[in-house]
Nanobody, 124 residues
Framework: QVQLAESGGGFVQPGGSLRLSCIGS????????MAWFRQYPGKDREFVAN????????DYAYSVRGRFTVSRDNAKNTLYLQMNSLKPEYTATYYC?????????????????WGQGTQVTVAS
C-alpha cells in the first residue's frame, strides 16, 4: 500500500518555526517530483512549495518565499518543509504529495499520491 505520512505540525507562536516531514512507504518516491500544499477550511488546496526528483530545483508560493524551505532525503524516502517566521495566516492543514513526474509540478491534479495532512496553528 502506497502511503505518504506527514508529521511535525502543531501549535506555534507568531515568528516561530516548525519542520514538517513526509515519509513515503509502499514504493520509492525518489523519481517523483514532490510538493507541499495547504488547505484552509472551506477552501481548495493551494500550492506551497515543490521540489524535483533530485532536489536540485525548487519553487515556492510567493507568500512563503524566503520563509519556507523544501528539501528531500531520497535515501530516507522523506520530504521536508522547514517553516520559519510563521504568521497566523499560515494556519492550515498541510499536505505532502508525489507527482510521479520527476519535474516540478504545481497543480493539485498532477499529484496522484497524498498524505493525510498535518495541522499547523500559528497563534499567540
Amino acid at each position: 500500500q502506497v502511503q505518504l505520512a506527514e508529521s511535525g505540525g502543531g501549535f506555534v507562536q507568531p515568528g516561530g518555526s516548525l519542520r514538517l516531514s513526509c515519509i513515503g512507504s509502499g514504493r520509492t518516491f525518489n523519481s517523483d517530483g514532490m510538493a507541499w500544499f495547504r488547505q484552509y477550511p472551506g477552501k481548495d488546496r493551494e500550492f506551497v512549495a515543490n521540489i524535483n526528483w533530485s532536489g536540485g530545483m525548487r519553487d515556492y508560493a510567493y507568500s512563503v518565499r524566503g520563509r519556507f524551505t523544501v528539501s528531500r532525503d531520497n535515501a530516507k524516502n522523506t520530504l521536508y518543509l522547514q517553516m520559519n517566521s510563521l504568521k497566523p495566516e499560515y494556519t492550515a492543514t498541510y499536505y505532502c504529495a508525489a507527482s510521479r513526474d520527476g519535474n516540478l509540478s504545481y497543480g493539485s491534479g498532477q499529484f496522484p499520491d497524498w498524505g493525510q495532512g498535518t495541522q499547523v496553528t500559528v497563534a499567540s
